[in-house]
C-alpha cells in the first residue's frame, strides 16, 4: 500500500516553456501533498505543502508565480513549472501524506521528475 | 533550521554495524528516516516520536533522545540492500506539516 505515482520520469524541453508534472496517491487519500527540489548528492528540499481544496504554502525563496502548485483532489496535486529556464533544470519529488504529520504519519515519495531544460 | 547528520559517509563490510546520527539545534517533535538509493525516491523506514522511544524495523532500528534532540539510526549485520543514502527529516512541532531534511548520509555495503 502507501503507492504514489509521479509522471513524467524525464522531460527535456526548451527554455521559456511550461511544464506540468503529476503527483497521484494510488491507493490512499492523500490529505497533504509536498513538493521538493533534489540536487545531485544534496538534500530534500521542500518548496511547498499543498493541502486539498487550499492554497498551497510555499518556502521562503520559492517564487509562487514560477512554481504553481494545485492540489484539486485527496489523489492529484500537480507542479507547474512555469517559463522554465535552465536554472530550473533539477530532480523534482513529489510526497503524499493521509494525515497530518505528527500524527505517525509518514510521507511517501514519488519516483521523481528529472527535469532538463536546454 | 536543517538538521545534522554524522557521519556523511560509511564504507562497510556485509554483516559489519553502522549508527547514523541526526542532530538539531532546536526541540524536535518527531524524527522521520528514509532511504534513498541512487536514481529512486526515498523509501520510509520508521517514525520516532518524542519520548525517548525506540523503534525496530527487521535488523534496522532507531532511538529519539528529545532531550539532546538528536536521533540515531542503527544497522546491524548490514546487508548488501542496506546501500544508498539515509536522510532524518525533523519536524518541530505537532501539527508543522513538514519536515526538514538533513543532507543526507550516503552507506555503502561491500561484499
Known amino acids: 500500500g502507501a503507492v504514489v505515482s509521479q509522471h513524467p520520469s524525464r522531460v527535456i524541453c526548451k527554455s521559456g516553456t511550461s511544464v506540468k508534472i503529476e503527483c497521484r496517491s494510488l491507493?490512499?487519500?492523500?490529505?497533504?501533498m509536498f513538493w521538493y527540489r533534489q540536487f545531485p548528492k544534496q538534500s530534500l528540499m521542500l518548496m511547498a505543502t499543498s493541502n486539498e481544496g487550499s492554497k498551497a504554502t510555499y518556502e521562503q525563496g520559492v517564487e509562487k508565480d514560477k512554481f504553481l502548485i494545485n492540489h484539486a483532489s485527496l489523489t492529484l496535486s500537480t507542479l507547474t513549472v512555469t517559463s522554465a529556464h535552465p536554472e530550473d533544470s533539477s530532480f523534482y519529488i513529489c510526497?503524499?501524506?493521509?494525515?497530518?504529520?505528527?500524527?505517525?504519519?509518514?510521507?511517501?515519495f514519488g519516483d521523481g521528475t528529472r527535469l532538463s531544460i536546454l | 533550521q536543517q538538521p545534522v547528520q554524522s557521519p556523511q559517509a560509511v564504507i562497510l563490510r556485509e554483516g559489519e554495524d553502522a549508527v547514523i546520527n541526526c542532530s538539531s539545534s532546536?526541540?524536535?517533535?518527531?524524527v522521520h528516516w528514509y532511504r534513498q538509493k541512487h536514481g529512486e525516491a526515498p523509501v520510509f523506514l520508521m517514525i520516532?516520536?518524542?519520548?525517548?522511544e525506540q523503534k525496530g524495523h527487521e535488523k534496522i532500528s532507531a532511538s529519539f533522545n528529545e532531550k539532546k534532540q538528536q536521533s540515531s539510526l542503527y544497522l546491524t549485520a548490514s546487508q548488501l540492500s542496506y546501500s544508498g543514502t539515509y536522510f532524518c527529516?525533523?519536524?518541530?512541532?505537532?501539527?508543522?506539516?513538514?519536515?526538514?531534511f538533513g543532507q543526507g548520509t550516503r552507506l555503502t555495503i561491500n561484499p
Open positions: 527529516g525533523t519536524e518541530g512541532r505537532e501539527g508543522a506539516q513538514k519536515l526538514v
Open positions: 510526497s503524499a501524506s493521509s494525515g497530518v504529520t505528527g500524527s505517525n504519519q509518514p510521507q511517501h
Open positions: 520516532l516520536l518524542k519520548g525517548g
Open positions: 532546536k526541540a524536535l517533535y518527531s
Open positions: 491507493d490512499f487519500q492523500a490529505t497533504t
